[in-house]
């Protein structure tokens, strides 16, 4: 968040030809001291908020293609990545730090309301579904817990939507929300009966056999 800040830049209302520091007003930016600051910045986001996540996310996708994910060197080494989940799932974390990277990005640049609710949909969807339908960590109640945290989120945005206005998109929200919930809470149920959840794919196929039975 610190690097975000830091290249946070407004114009100066009282002079176009210049950007203030939005988060010190009486520093103009990329001058003085904010140049030095701003290339760090720009070198740390290049790096570290940008390149490691995606060389590291294509160099393991390979490694996990040769199945070699749980070599002893993979492990020392990446093993943070994906310790504790499953194969099928070992990208997860990825998704994780997306919407960790949202998060901040919404705190610093103060996105317009409507960018919010609809970037917020779509992870909270995206984050949801994955976690219930694939059942990532090997843990169950770690699962469970991060289910817990997807329908919270839901929550919060059935609430902010509605402190604006009871409009469509409120109701439309509310339903997504209300649809997730049913579907989490199945999976818990699944959980709690010690059965696993069939895919959507062996539902649809039981579906269509039972259709062509009949």
Not at 62 to 91: N, S
């Amino acid at each position: 968040m610190r690097t975000l800040q830091t290249l946070n830049c407004v114009e100066d209302p009282n002079n176009s030809a210049r950007t203030l520091l939005q988060v010190e007003l009486s520093r103009v930016c990329y001058k003085d001291e904010h140049l030095g600051a701003a290339i760090v910045a720009w070198i740390v986001l290049a790096l570290f908020v940008v390149g490691y996540p995606i060389t590291s996310f294509f160099f393991l996708l390979r490694v996990q293609r040769g199945k070699h994910l749980h070599d002893a060197k993979y492990i020392e080494k990446f093993g943070f990545l994906y310790r504790g989940i499953k194969e099928k799932a070992w990208w997860f974390r990825y998704i994780t730090f997306i919407m960790n990277i949202n998060v901040a990005v919404q705190t610093v640049f103060k996105l317009e309301v409507t960018y919010q609710i609809l970037i917020n949909i779509v992870l909270f969807l995206g984050n949801l579904a994955i976690v219930v339908l694939m059942w990532p960590y090997f843990n169950r109640y770690t699962n469970i817990l991060f289910t817990a945290a997807g329908l919270a989120r839901g929550a919060y945005l059935v609430v902010m939507v509605g402190l604006i206005s009871r409009s469509v998109v409120f109701y439309v929200v509310l339903a997504v929300v209300v649809v997730s919930f049913i579907g989490a809470l199945t999976r818990v149920l699944f959980f709690i009966m010690n059965r696993e959840l069939p895919s959507p794919i062996v539902l649809w196929g039981r579906i269509r056999g039972r259709n062509n039975r009949i």
